[in-house]
């Protein structure tokens, strides 16, 4: 092209990766990312391999510990991976299994009919990105050994002694080479080995914290599995029938287990999954589970005279008002789509959800009638909402300019039209709304005060919400419609920032704005666009010098630093209506001096988060007791 290179570019200069070098050369291809959440993905990756055991009938107990130089040890009660040599490799086959990708009982359909993790890359990859890995074999009367560091092989695998146990052993300590952060949170392996525990039927498994003085241990053991998820689901709910309904099938070779319960709350909350490995976008499976249920509720309503001939069909969002289900399904070669991967895209399973869902869900209402009516009664007064809320919702949209129809009278709009530039701070009340309109930058700040605490949307059907002044003004003011009508191209605001006053309301007000965020308009949080601003709690002032405290800990550190005597002026802030304008716009609201949270959703957690949020603004106030009481260690300011 005319361009001269400095250096060549012949056959010597493309660069061949051998073994596991690729592994940490791109780590992210593997593994997602190098952050926390990497981190944790290889523990997963390890207890997938145990957990293939467990569905192939093998293993009954798992587990799990963090050891007190943060190594993690996973022990299972397997057949032990295979200790003989592989005619291929020429090498024993765990060490196959440890330093060679894409090798592994996974494939070829000798080992396992199903499995998890990242299709035969699992335990190789772990190996490669840590500082050391040990794995030791009970087999056959005999205990076997082997250690890797980076990968490479330490010494040939050997027996070290006899054992009448049997299974596989896996210590591992991450490479702080590889990884941003090389510290496990405990409750983050929870969550995930509870679901785990949930989706293999009868399987134990103990997650065990050796760091703390006293071990920590958790143990999850789901006889009930996908059952058992779903009263978990329900635990702040109140369920408007007795039964959980289960249905379970082999059709075209692919394993189905839905098991599903409405409460009487107005939201959805179902989760699927396959081969163990959560779908966040679904797929041919979840579109399986839908299809049956709208038709067979239809065809019962029908056939039972609950609809008249005059009215329309039930709608799927009808029937799946209040609904928690688990569609949960092994297949022996999942094919997954999309930009991340998580959506099933195997047609066949859609056939074989909808074949084995079908018969045993019209089966079930037939000799159920009391609670098929009870379902269809919910249904049908949720399509009568619905009517209403999509009325209600004709008047949140935003117009075009044609139309006239002008942004909420409260908002103090931002000059700039570019939404990357732009932010809206959602504030409490009129008073910090005022002090927060004279603060800001009127070119890329729009501020909107709301008046007190805005509704519980978890506790209202969306045509009450869409009739909200307060939540109609935010509606009107992001700009992106809401439900079925959300589209986040039409975002006026590339920051959505709450802020509250720094006290027991302000916490309550916040959650109460999540909330509906979360179940209305999930994708602003998935994309990043919500933060929570972070006001100072304390103003210190000593000679006319002004320094802010955002927490206990830093006001310690302030007053060591300018010395503890009556020259200090300590102020508390109560809310951000004792703040001036200039302190404002210095503490919360200037990009170069400000502390803003980002609010994250983890796909991997998204069932957490729903009972998190089902606990904290549900109706049931002993879940509500337990939560606060089992966090509230983890509180840093709390206004009494």
């Known amino acids: 092209m005319g361009t001269e290179v400095n250096g060549e570019y012949g056959a010597d200069q493309i660069q061949i990766l051998e073994g596991l070098e690729a592994v940490r050369k791109r780590p992210g291809m593997y593994i997602g990312s190098t952050s926390v959440r990497g981190l944790h993905h290889l523990v997963y990756e390890i207890v997938d391999n145990s957990v293939d055991e467990a569905l192939a009938g093998y293993c009954t107990e798992i587990e799990v510990s963090i050891n007190e130089d943060n190594s993690i040890c996973v022990k299972d009660n397997g057949r032990g991976i295979p200790v003989g040599i592989n005619k291929k490799a020429g090498l024993p086959a765990v060490e196959v299994v440890f330093t060679i990708l894409h090798a592994g009982g996974k494939f070829g359909g000798g080992g396992y009919k199903v499995s998890g993790g990242l299709h035969g890359v699992g335990a190789s990859v772990v190996n490669a990105l840590s500082e050391w890995l040990e794995v030791t074999i009970h087999k056959d009367g005999k205990m076997y050994r082997q250690r890797y560091e980076r990968g490479k092989v330490m010494y040939p695998l050997k027996v070290v002694g006899d054992t009448t146990k049997r299974g596989t052993e896996v210590v591992f300590l991450p490479d702080k080479e590889i990884f941003e952060e090389t510290v496990f949170d405990f409750d983050t392996l929870r969550q995930r080995l509870r679901e785990m525990a949930f989706l293999t039927k009868g399987i134990k498994i103990i997650l ?324 929570l601003a972070q006001p100072p709690l304390y103003k210190v002032e000593r000679n006319k010098v002004v320094h802010y405290a955002y927490d206990d800990n830093e006001l310690a550190q302030i007053l060591a630093e300018i010395g503890r005597d009556s020259n200090n002026k300590i102020q508390r802030y109560k809310g951000l209506g004792e703040m001036d304008a200039e302190q404002l716009w210095d503490t919360t609201m200037d990009p170069e001096k400000r502390i803003l949270l980002r609010v994250n959703m983890d796909n991997d957690s998204e069932a957490e988060m729903n009972v998190v949020f089902n606990t904290l603004m549900g109706d049931k106030v002993e879940p509500r007791r337990q939560f606060i009481e089992e966090n509230a260690k983890y509180v840093r300011n709390l206004d009494i």
Do not use: W
Request: hydrophobic share 35%; charged share 30%.
């Open 208 to 531: 065990i914290d050796k760091r703390l003085e006293e071990p920590k241990i958790r143990a999850f053991h789901y006889e009930g599995g996908i059952k058992e998820y779903v009263d978990y689901l329900n635990k702040s709910q109140t369920p408007i029938y007795d039964d959980v309904i289960y249905c379970e099938g082999i059709k075209n070779n692919i394993y189905v287990e839905v098991a599903m319960q409405h409460n009487d709350s107005y939201t959805e909350s179902t989760y699927s999954f396959v081969n163990n490995i959560t779908t966040p976008e679904g797929g041919t499976h979840l579109t399986g589970f839908r299809n049956a249920l709208t038709k067979c509720f239809n065809d019962y309503a029908r056939t039972n005279k609950l609809l008249k001939d005059s009215e329309p069909n039930l709608a799927g969002e009808d029937i799946r008002e209040g609904l928690a289900a688990i569609v949960s399904i092994k297949i022996s070669e999942p094919q997954f789509e999309g930009q991340t991967k998580q959506k099933l895209g195997n047609s066949e399973a859609r056939g074989a959800v909808e074949s084995v869902m079908s018969e045993q869900l019209t089966y079930f209402l037939e000799q159920n009638p009391q609670i098929a009516k009870i379902i269809c009664d919910k249904a049908i007064l949720a399509q009568r909402a619905r009517d209403a809320a999509r009325k209600a919702r004709d008047l949140t949209r935003r117009k075009t300019a044609l139309e006239s129809t002008s942004l909420p009278g409260k908002l103090a709009d931002c000059s700039d039209k570019d939404p990357k530039n732009c932010e809206i701070y959602i504030v409490e009340g009129d008073s910090a709304g005022g002090s927060a309109k004279t603060a800001r930058n009127r070119a890329t700040q729009a501020i909107l005060p709301l008046r007190g605490k805005i509704l519980n949307v978890e506790k209202s059907r969306l045509d009450k919400i869409l009739v909200n002044n307060e939540i109609k003004a935010m509606i009107t003011a992001f700009g992106t419609g809401i439900g079925e009508d959300f589209d986040i191209s039409k975002l006026r605001y590339d920051k959505i920032v709450i802020m509250t006053d720094a006290d027991v309301d302000g916490a309550h007000i916040a959650t109460l704005m999540l909330t509906f965020l979360y179940r209305f308009m999930p994708e602003l949080i998935k994309q990043g666009h919500v933060y």
